[in-house]
Structure formats: structure tokens, C-alpha cells
């Protein structure tokens, strides 16, 4: 089944807006850069270092796991993601890497509620 509320970007202005924004979730895998969009859908965009990840099997793999949490997330955000693996990233412990993952989309949707509110 098709998840309706995630896409993947391919412009590179956006991409870069994305990635050079100052709006920032950390967490012990990931840092994710996020833009409101008015879309009401996320947009995303995954970063892989090549120097951190040199094999691009790897990097494919990351990717794909990173991609496959994204489109399993079911939760209507209205933004524009990048998902930046950083260098402790490891790829065995899918389950974790998945809650880690929705509870950092959890907490942007929380962020976004309270901009609302102010």
C-alpha cells in the first residue's frame, strides 16, 4: 500500500534550503534538518557521508532502511526532511533505528504544534 504522505525531493534548490537550514533534531544516528511546507505531506532527503560510509553498498543499504522507516511512518507532518546519518550509524539494529527515527518525527510534529500556538 502507498503511503500518500511521504515523497522523496529531487530538486537541488531545495535540497540545499534543506540542508543548510537551522532548524535541527539530534539524535545518536541521525540529525534531521526540517522546513515547513504548506504541502501538508513530507518531502524528504537522505544525506550519506562518503567519507564516514566509503562502500556504496553500505551507503545503498542505509538508504534503504532509512527510506523503508520513512514510508512505514503513517503521521501527516507538512515537511520538508533530511535525514543526515552520522558516523556511529550502524545497520543491524533496524528495530531500534526505527523508533529512534519516529520518535525524532514525533518530537518535530511536537515542536510544530507549539510554533502554532505562540
Known sequence: MKNNFIESIKEKKRIELIYNSKKNIWTKNFKISYLKNNDHKIFFVIFVNKKKFKL????NKIKRQIRNILFTYKKNLGFDIGV????NYTTENFAQIKTDLFNSLDI????????RQV
Open 56 to 59: 556504496a553498498v553500505k551507503r
Open 84 to 87: 543526515s546519518i552520522l558516523p
Open 108 to 115: 518535530l510534529k511536537i515542536k510544530d504544534k507549539e510554533e
